[in-house]
């Protein structure tokens, strides 16, 4: 049985979701982790912002038009928003999750956050709480991405899902981030040892290099094995999604849409050769 594949809207860049949606099934992807932004914020990449906070029914009756006339349907909603230990981003966040429901997803991305002190990490651990019950209710877990804070190596992983105990807050694996933000660690060993509580993974490659910016087409940047990567995940009975998350690489400017849509293409081909649709 093949594994759900994915993509990330955010690996288009400045072009967005909608050219993300309008592109990916020309490459061999039908699914997508759909970014919902806040509204009023600014994107990182760039790009205008395709479902926010804001949106309307309307809005979101045509995000559906587009998915359909496209043959792509949502996996997954990339709901990040800030640090949930700030109660206006667990609000915001709630707002995120109503909107992702409307998607049909059962599973969202989004940050697990930051802690100073012991009283910092118990309020966070109790916003964080709050937002899994919303999840729950919803019919969503809500997957913590790899990202500085409680959640930044296996080891805070591993703690917070002991502390946390929640149905509803599990893990979304970034094959990367976890060399990007960690010194002295190898993904897939880090992989092993959370792979019972990974419920999302993005695939993203590196050169392995602690703090340096190179997200490239999958296969390009040798520190992943993404062999490994799907074997672990298989033994642990995980299918999907896998979201191709292809973020650049440092200083390479603006390129235009045509070289996002190969590194998608480069990407799915290097997957294919590792097994991920057999």
């Given amino acids: 049985m093949s594994a759900l594949i994915s993509c990330l809207t955010n690996s288009y860049g400045r072009f967005g979701a909608q050219a993300g949606i309008e592109q990916m099934a020309a490459a061999g992807i039908h699914h997508v982790e759909l970014p919902i932004r806040t509204a009023g914020v600014d994107s990182p990449f760039g790009d205008q912002p395709f479902v926010t906070t804001a949106a309307t029914l309307d809005d979101l009756k045509d995000a559906d038009q587009l998915l359909q006339r496209h043959g792509v349907s949502a996996s997954s909603c990339n709901v990040s928003s800030g640090n949930p230990l700030d109660p206006e ?75 946390l105990d929640h149905p509803h807050l599990k893990l979304n694996f970034d094959t990367a981030n976890i060399l990007y933000y960690n010194e002295n660690v190898v993904s897939e060993t880090a992989l092993a040892k959370v792979c019972h509580h990974v419920r999302h993974i993005h695939l993203k490659d590196s050169q392995g290099d602690f703090g340096k910016w190179y997200f490239p087409a999958l296969g390009r940047g040798g520190a992943v094995d993404f062999v490994r990567v799907l074997q672990l995940m298989t033994t642990c009975g995980f299918t999907g999604p896998y979201s191709l998350e292809i973020e650049g690489i440092a200083g390479e400017g603006d390129l235009p849409l045509e070289a996002y849509q190969q590194r998608i293409v480069e990407s799915v081909e290097h997957l294919r050769t590792c097994g991920y649709f057999d």
């Fill in 89 to 163: 981003v667990v609000a915001i966040t709630q707002r995120k999750l109503d909107l992702a429901k409307h998607f049909g997803v059962s599973l969202v991305v989004g940050g697990a956050g930051e802690a100073s002190s012991p009283e910092e990490l118990e309020t966070l651990h109790g916003n964080l709480r709050e937002i899994g019950d919303h999840a729950g209710r919803l019919g969503i877990t809500y997957c913590f991405e790899t990202h500085p804070g409680i959640c930044q190596h296996h080891r805070g992983m591993l703690d917070t899902m002991q502390a």
